[in-house]
């Protein structure tokens, strides 16, 4: 990342008066031809400047992840009227992220190796549209083979 930062201990005043002591982070870019950003944070007194800038930019990824679970994997789509549905729908959207990025990982891993350059999440090749419960199936199902292959190889059963 290439900008500027400052980072100043102040204080905030809500609306009803009350006070809060913090941080407010200043980022300008090098090149002076952008816009100045600032965040507000509750950080301890003795936070470094680096550690500021690194937890106030893991926003972005959040962002990102937001944004890619409601249009790629449903998180947006859930229509039930239970707590323990909802919360198994998160699990779910949560566990089914966390696998393809595994995914994605080891293909570029792999390509990178063969020597081939890999664009960040490339789209599909037939680029049609799976019912979420389809998707869902087959996650679950590949994951279920790649623990059982780990737990077969990790124990060294044979079948």
């Not at 570029?108 to 199936?137: C, M």
Request: proline share 3%.
């Amino acid at each position: 990342m290439r900008a500027k930062f400052v980072s100043v201990r102040c204080w905030r005043v809500d609306g009803d008066g009350t006070r809060h002591v913090g941080w407010l982070i200043g980022q300008r870019p090098t090149r002076g031809s952008g816009e100045w950003k600032y965040f507000w944070s509750n950080f301890p007194l003795n936070t470094s400047l680096e550690k500021m800038v690194e937890y106030t930019h893991r926003r972005y990824w959040v962002e990102q992840f937001r944004e890619e679970a409601k249009s790629l994997l449903g998180w947006d789509q859930y229509q039930g009227r239970l707590w323990h549905g909802f919360h198994r729908h998160a699990a779910l959207i949560l566990l089914t992220y966390s696998f393809l990025v595994w995914l994605e990982l080891r293909e570029r891993e792999q390509r990178q190796r063969r020597g081939v350059r890999v664009a960040s999440f490339p789209p599909r090749r037939d680029r049609r549209r799976q019912p979420l419960a389809t998707i869902h199936r087959q996650v679950v199902k590949r994951l279920l083979t790649a623990a059982l292959h780990e737990f077969i190889r990790l124990h060294q059963l044979l079948i």
